[in-house]
């Protein structure tokens, strides 16, 4: 509508962003429900560093999702959108410990990530003794990808046995979740993700009160982008059969069945926002 872009423009200038509210609101519920059809405990967290627009930001929160955050700027948007720390999820390798500290002591999760933030947080837990502290683990192994993670914990090694007995032999830690996350979107690569946790969880004889699976898949785009990638883009349908099936199938006789998380961020986003620019010439 050129009445309405003249309108916009008149107050706020030569060029600016449109925002799709209901568009987001849209993708994220049939993203989650697609995947709730075949593995009902399933939840969205929402990658804030793809797009940290607090109207998104709240809109997740009302939903019901999680805010997976990867800096202390981000975890500052979800408290000032009124996020509750509960629902915060904080990953990454880099991680303020005065930060970390507040923010495990006032109830949220940290996935650890390395051994130097395992001890940091050692000293959070020993300074809290009466406070549960939530903790998850970042894990990484095979999925076919040919590349090796430089976050988390290789699920063979030592390092990661030193962690998992700290999180399961600590009287006020509360280990919540096993996390892990892939680059690659290609729906390839997603069934050896979700195996792969299933594999470690069934070796382990631990279920977890959450799985995360991670991000990286593709959104929705006009026929124009998609011609850009040599592979077929996935329909949500496409990931949720890839990944949500393999726990649907290994949780199916099991009286427990941990909530699944995924943590997408142009998935939902991809086609809610538009630049408007003024062509000058």
Not at 94 to 101: A, H, S, V
């Amino acid at each position: 509508n050129k009445g309405v872009i003249a309108k916009l423009r008149a107050e706020y200038g030569d060029a600016f962003y449109l925002l799709d509210s209901e568009q987001y609101q849209k993708n994220f519920l049939e993203l989650r429900d697609t995947f709730r059809s075949i593995y009902p405990n399933f939840n969205i967290a929402y990658s804030y560093k793809t797009n940290y627009t607090p109207k998104f930001c709240k809109i997740v929160d009302q939903l019901g999702g999680y805010a997976e955050v990867v800096s202390e700027m981000e975890m500052e948007i979800a408290l000032r959108c009124g996020v509750k720390h509960q629902r915060i999820i904080w990953n990454g390798p880099i991680k303020n410990p005065q930060k970390l500290e507040e923010f495990l002591v006032a109830g949220g999760t940290d996935n650890i990530d390395s051994l130097d933030e395992l001890e940091i947080v050692k000293g959070i837990v020993e300074r809290h003794p009466n406070t549960t502290i939530h903790l998850g683990i970042r894990c990484n192994y095979e999925v076919g990808d040919g590349v090796v993670s430089r976050f988390g914990f290789d699920v063979d090694s030592d390092d990661f046995k030193e962690v998992l007995n700290f999180v399961q032999n600590t009287p006020n830690v509360h280990f919540v979740n096993f996390q892990c996350h892939f680059a690659k979107r290609q729906i390839e690569y997603w069934p050896a993700r979700a195996k792969g946790m299933v594999e470690l969880i069934d070796r382990l004889g631990i279920i977890p009160e959450r799985i995360d699976i991670g991000g990286g898949l593709f959104g929705k785009m006009a026929d124009s982008l998609k011609v850009q990638f040599t592979n077929e883009i996935p329909c949500y349908m496409d990931y949720a059969k890839a990944a949500a099936t393999v726990f649907a199938d290994y949780f199916a006789n099991k009286d427990v069945k941990p909530e699944l998380l995924i943590e997408p961020g142009s998935a939902v986003v991809g086609d809610c926002m538009k630049f408007v620019g003024t062509v000058k010439t």
